[in-house]
């Protein structure tokens, strides 16, 4: 049968004639608003002839979309059902590339894309994008849909109830800029959230994409127990290290930071150089 992205009614048949179903733990949710499919791929700004990673094709929505751009589409699906039928409805188009399995597992193996895209399943969206980001896998644009308080992390500042480690570690390589707010009726099935559009534009900073390597886990260990001052947590990581409780109010001072304050009221500029000060200490 026919398959219109559009129509959850076509939607549900389509799966049931291809004996496939949803999979909540996979986070399987279709965007059927073409409006919003399409500027989301339009705000990547691709160009023909260009490579692009997708995250959860699905069914192939946004694929379609991506091919008739003349993108270069290396798709990451987990469900073996949809990418078999992936395989069925672009069997002809030697523009797309499937990877098999979960992203989280294959990315490391495939070769660098300067585009990415994708409907992010709400279990895994954070934790793929830190991987990349710790990893060293940095993209010129990121287009991503999340679920919507996910996406109010990524672009917190710095004081805010929102304003987290994932924040400080998207800022860090990336500009982030909120894009359409998705109502759940525009998915099938309808979760139970709204979801966002989140561009991310990579930083043309010197060193932006070169971290110092204890950056991201001194960031997630200020942040573990956010009630805790930079000082209290900063000195249970040293501990852990086999320094000295002295150690952290030495590595504070010589970074002129305030180990009073809690981390969700430090700027990044402040963690990196608790971080580069450290490094240069080697404390981390």
Not at 82 to 96: I, N, S
Not at 99 to 116: F, H, I, M, N, S
Not at 159 to 186: E, H, N, Q, T, W
Not at 218 to 228: A, E
């Amino acid at each position: 049968m026919e398959l219109n992205y559009n129509s959850a009614a076509n939607l549900r048949a389509f799966l049931d004639d291809k004996g496939l179903g949803m999979r909540k733990k996979f986070g399987q949710n279709f965007l059927i608003n073409p409006n919003t499919r399409q500027a989301l791929a339009d705000a990547l700004e691709a160009k023909t002839g260009e490579a692009v990673w997708e995250i959860g094709p699905g069914l192939g929505a946004m694929t379609k979309i991506l091919l008739e751009k003349g993108l270069l589409v290396h798709a990451f699906e987990i469900d073996p059902g949809f990418v078999r039928v992936l395989k069925e409805l672009f069997v002809a188009d030697t523009g797309l590339t499937l990877v098999e399995g979960d992203a989280l597992k294959t990315w490391g193996a495939q070769r660098p894309a300067p585009y990415l895209l994708g409907n992010l399943p709400y279990n895994v969206g954070s934790a793929l994008l830190a991987d990349f980001i710790e990893k060293g896998l940095f993209f010129k644009r990121m287009v991503v849909t999340v679920q919507r308080e996910v996406a109010l992390r990524m672009a917190a500042g710095v004081g805010s109830a929102d304003y987290s480690s994932f924040s400080v570690m998207c800022s860090s390589a990336y500009r982030v800029k909120p894009l359409m707010l998705i109502k759940s009726a525009s998915f099938y099935p309808r979760p139970n959230v709204d979801s966002q559009g989140v561009l991310l534009e990579l930083r043309d900073e010197p060193n932006a994409q070169n971290r110092p390597s204890c950056f991201y886990p001194l960031v997630r260990q200020l942040f573990s127990s956010r009630r805790k001052t930079i000082k209290n947590n900063l000195t249970a990581l040293l501990a852990r290290r086999g320094n000295s409780p002295e150690a952290a109010t030495a590595l504070l001072e010589k970074s002129a930071i305030d180990g009073g304050l809690r981390a969700e009221n430090l700027h990044i500029d402040g963690f990196l150089v608790l971080a580069k000060t450290a490094e240069d200490m080697r404390l981390l």
